[in-house]
């Protein structure tokens, strides 16, 4: 008896001059008398083997899709893509890399994202590939979905993945292949979110889905060797997804698949839920009230990794799941205190009451409301230079010619008694290469030496908040300034307050310091003393993001922020004594 197997089937074989393909064709049939009990047991298990050597599978579709929280039509791609898949659960895997463009880019846009974007040559947003077929978000439809789901393959993949309180992940996939396949595919491990809400902007989606965390050992993923008939290959991978934008331990899933380089073919993909392990929930309520000691309603709470919140008529919102770990936040309600602060979790629920000042704590409070420049303030310009209201609510610097003054002027305050200044400023003509830069001057005309104190970079689409620290400032000048650095166009202003250190805003009385961060505000280092020795040392922006990382283990350090944009950010700091979290402004 001879066999032959080849590698897509089918099996074929010679036996008493039968031949055997799909099914039995007796090629002489008057040759064969009759089959013995043995020869038909022989001929069951060769059948059973064929049906097991030429088995396919279902291919699950793998959606990528390429988007960002400041892409406007993003937002009708992802909302068509998602009703068209959430009426397929269980078909499909869904990966989303959030860009860094247009207009600044996703919160949390990656580098490996980056490299998947330069994978396909994405060159603009939205953006889909299915099994690496180019397609229309905003016009897939289910046909299309049933077309891709119709495919088949020789290959399964199983996956199993699990997460540590700790936030350390494991994930284990076997790669099942029914043919042979040469060396040289590609397996890759990818952990998504899959709902996230601290990366909101402007384009008016306020939670994304499926958003990709870090994918697994990297994003050129694991080169396999030659894949055989029946020979299971195993992979494992694990990382700390506290070093990622995770917001929710307990929501996230991950996606396997298998995929040509060369041809760019998706072979197989499977998508599954990540089993939290020993992970406990916590609750965050806030407590509102203004410096009078009443409830402030309306105002807008943003926790970090959390959907933004109103307070009732209690002053008061409560957030349901929070982890162990240090969160970020923000409250503002218009013609009160900002407040950008964070707070930490340790195994036990969390209860802040946070206090916001009325214009009468401020020595300065200017919301630009109306018609003409406010009383006390002055415009200084040269024609066709600018400064004017518009619409009732803004001011706006208008550059429009090279060189000339351009000056506005804040009424005198008692600069002695500042602690912080804060600008809400946005609709910058020129991102990012025109910088709005705050100064003082001693006298408000145009012709009075300007000290540059601080200069930011407002963003191209809404407004956003920057904050100075005045408290050390040395001076004798009683007036703050703004002038305008870059070409012809515009930046406006929305809001500026300065705070009064000799009045107390409420917040909890704050412990001492384990650690001494300066100078701070910094140009583009700083340095931490400490003193016990520093474990870990965490640099996030307001958005979130971590933009340094490192466990030096020393008390003594200097880090190095020169390639942070200026603004603020949050230093969470780690000793031997305990966590903290200190402010940090870069100029």
Same mark, same amino acid.
């Given at each position: 008896?001879?066999?032959?197997?080849?590698?897509?089937?089918?099996?074929?074989?010679?036996?008493?001059?039968?031949?055997?393909?799909?099914?039995?064709?007796?090629?002489?049939?008057?040759?064969?008398?009759?089959? *013995?009990?043995?020869?038909?047991?022989?001929?069951?298990?060769?059948?059973?083997?064929?049906?097991?050597?030429?088995?396919?599978?279902?291919?699950?579709?793998?959606?990528?899709?390429?988007?960002?929280?400041?892409?406007?039509? $993003?937002?009708?791609?992802?909302?068509?893509?998602?009703?068209?898949?959430?009426?397929?659960?269980?078909?499909?895997?869904?990966?989303?890399?959030?860009?860094?463009?247009?207009?600044?880019?996703?919160?949390?846009?990656?580098?490996?994202?980056?490299?998947?974007?330069?994978?396909?040559?994405?060159?603009?947003?939205?953006?889909?590939?299915?099994?690496?077929?180019?397609?229309?978000?905003?016009? =897939?439809?289910?046909?299309?979905?049933?077309?891709?789901?119709?495919?088949?393959?020789?290959?399964?993949?199983?996956?199993?993945?699990?997460?540590?309180?700790?936030?350390?992940?494991?994930?284990?996939?076997?790669?099942?292949?029914?043919?042979?396949?040469?060396?040289?595919?590609?397996?890759?491990?990818?952990?998504?979110?899959?709902?996230?809400?601290?990366?909101?902007?402007?384009?008016?989606?306020?939670?994304?889905?499926?958003?990709?965390?870090?994918?697994?050992?990297?994003?050129?993923?694991?080169?396999?060797?030659?894949? *055989?008939?029946?020979?299971?290959?195993?992979?494992?991978?694990?990382?700390?997804?506290?070093?990622?934008?995770?917001?929710?331990?307990?929501?996230?899933?991950?996606?396997?698949?298998?995929?040509?380089?060369?041809?760019?073919?998706?072979?197989?993909?499977?998508?599954?839920?990540? *089993? /939290?392990?020993?992970?406990?929930?916590?609750?965050?309520?806030?407590?509102?009230?203004?410096?009078? +000691?009443? %409830?402030?309603?309306?105002?807008?709470?943003?926790?970090?990794?959390?959907?933004?919140?109103?307070?009732?008529?209690?002053?008061?919102?409560?957030?349901?799941?929070? =982890?162990?770990?240090?969160?970020?936040?923000?409250?503002?309600?218009?013609?009160?205190?900002?407040?950008?602060?964070?707070?930490?979790?340790?195994?036990?629920?969390?209860?802040?009451?946070?206090?916001?000042?009325?214009?009468?704590?401020?020595?300065?409070?200017?919301?630009?409301?109306?018609?003409?420049?406010?009383? +006390?303030?002055?415009?200084?310009?040269?024609? /066709?230079?600018?400064?004017?209201?518009?619409?009732?609510?803004?001011?706006?610097?208008?550059?429009?010619?090279?060189?000339?003054?351009?000056?506005?002027?804040?009424?005198?305050?008692?600069?002695?008694?500042?602690?912080?200044?804060?600008?809400?400023? +946005?609709?910058?003509?020129?991102?990012?290469?025109?910088?709005?830069?705050?100064?003082?001057?001693?006298? %408000?005309?145009?012709?009075? /030496?300007?000290?540059?104190?601080?200069?930011?970079?407002?963003?191209?689409?809404?407004?956003?908040?920057?904050?100075?620290?005045?408290?050390?400032?040395?001076?004798?000048?009683?007036?703050?300034?703004?002038?305008?650095?870059? /070409?012809?166009?515009?930046?406006?202003?929305?809001?500026?307050?300065?705070?009064?250190?000799?009045?107390?805003?409420?917040?909890?009385?704050?412990?001492?310091?384990?650690?001494?961060?300066?100078?701070?505000? $910094?140009?583009?280092?700083?340095?931490?003393?400490?003193?016990?020795?520093?474990?870990?040392?965490?640099?996030?922006?307001?958005?979130?993001?971590?933009?340094?990382?490192?466990?030096?283990?020393?008390?003594?350090?200097?880090?190095?922020?020169?390639?942070?944009? %200026? +603004?603020?950010?949050?230093?969470?700091?780690? *000793?031997?004594?305990?966590?903290?979290?200190?402010?940090?402004?870069?100029?």
């Amino acid at each position: 008896m001879n066999i032959y197997i080849e590698q897509r089937f089918p099996v074929i074989f010679d036996f008493r001059q039968c031949q055997f393909t799909d099914k039995l064709i007796l090629t002489k049939p008057n040759s064969m008398r009759k089959f *013995t009990l043995k020869s038909m047991f022989l001929i069951t298990m060769l059948l059973m083997a064929m049906t097991t050597f030429s088995q396919t599978f279902p291919k699950k579709g793998l959606y990528e899709m390429f988007t960002s929280s400041t892409c406007d039509p $993003c937002v009708a791609a992802n909302s068509n893509l998602d009703f068209i898949l959430g009426n397929n659960p269980g078909e499909y895997s869904l990966i989303k890399y959030q860009m860094n463009w247009p207009t600044g880019g996703d919160p949390y846009y990656t580098a490996q994202g980056g490299v998947r974007r330069n994978y396909y040559g994405v060159v603009s947003v939205p953006d889909l590939y299915v099994n690496a077929v180019n397609e229309d978000p905003t016009a =897939f439809t289910q046909a299309e979905f049933d077309q891709y789901a119709s495919q088949t393959c020789n290959m399964d993949i199983d996956v199993t993945a699990s997460i540590q309180a700790s936030g350390l992940i494991s994930v284990n996939a076997t790669i099942n292949p029914t043919a042979n396949y040469t060396a040289g595919l590609k397996a890759h491990m990818v952990v998504v979110e899959k709902t996230t809400v601290g990366n909101y902007k402007w384009n008016g989606e306020t939670e994304f889905h499926n958003v990709m965390m870090v994918m697994l050992p990297g994003p050129e993923g694991t080169t396999l060797g030659a894949l *055989t008939n029946g020979i299971a290959v195993p992979l494992a991978q694990t990382c700390d997804m506290n070093t990622t934008f995770m917001e929710e331990p307990t929501d996230l899933a991950v996606i396997v698949f298998v995929q040509n380089d060369i041809s760019k073919e998706v072979y197989q993909s499977e998508m599954v839920d990540v *089993t /939290p392990v020993g992970i406990t929930t916590y609750t965050i309520t806030f407590n509102v009230k203004d410096d009078q +000691g009443n %409830p402030v309603s309306s105002a807008e709470v943003e926790l970090e990794a959390h959907a933004k919140q109103f307070t009732g008529s209690n002053g008061q919102v409560f957030y349901n799941t929070a =982890f162990p770990r240090v969160y970020s936040y923000r409250i503002f309600k218009q013609e009160y205190d900002i407040i950008f602060d964070s707070l930490t979790v340790v195994n036990q629920n969390v209860v802040l009451d946070v206090v916001l000042n009325s214009p009468n704590a401020y020595l300065l409070y200017e919301d630009f409301e109306g018609s003409s420049i406010p009383t +006390g303030w002055t415009a200084l310009f040269t024609d /066709p230079n600018e400064i004017y209201i518009a619409f009732d609510e803004s001011i706006v610097l208008y550059r429009g010619m090279a060189g000339g003054d351009l000056r506005l002027v804040a009424p005198s305050i008692q600069m002695a008694h500042a602690q912080t200044l804060y600008i809400e400023a +946005g609709q910058n003509n020129n991102y990012p290469t025109t910088a709005m830069v705050v100064g003082t001057v001693p006298e %408000p005309t145009a012709t009075a /030496p300007f000290t540059e104190l601080v200069r930011f970079i407002p963003q191209d689409v809404g407004y956003g908040w920057f904050e100075y620290d005045l408290s050390t400032y040395s001076g004798s000048d009683q007036y703050l300034a703004w002038e305008y650095d870059g /070409p012809i166009g515009w930046y406006v202003i929305e809001t500026v307050k300065v705070s009064d250190k000799t009045v107390n805003i409420g917040k909890k009385t704050a412990s001492p310091l384990m650690a001494k961060c300066f100078p701070n505000p $910094c140009d583009g280092y700083f340095h931490i003393k400490s003193s016990s020795k520093i474990q870990n040392i965490s640099i996030m922006s307001q958005s979130g993001e971590i933009v340094f990382w490192s466990n030096p283990s020393e008390k003594d350090v200097t880090v190095d922020v020169s390639r942070c944009k %200026p +603004g603020l950010y949050f230093i969470e700091i780690t *000793t031997t004594e305990g966590v903290e979290t200190q402010k940090l402004i870069r100029k």
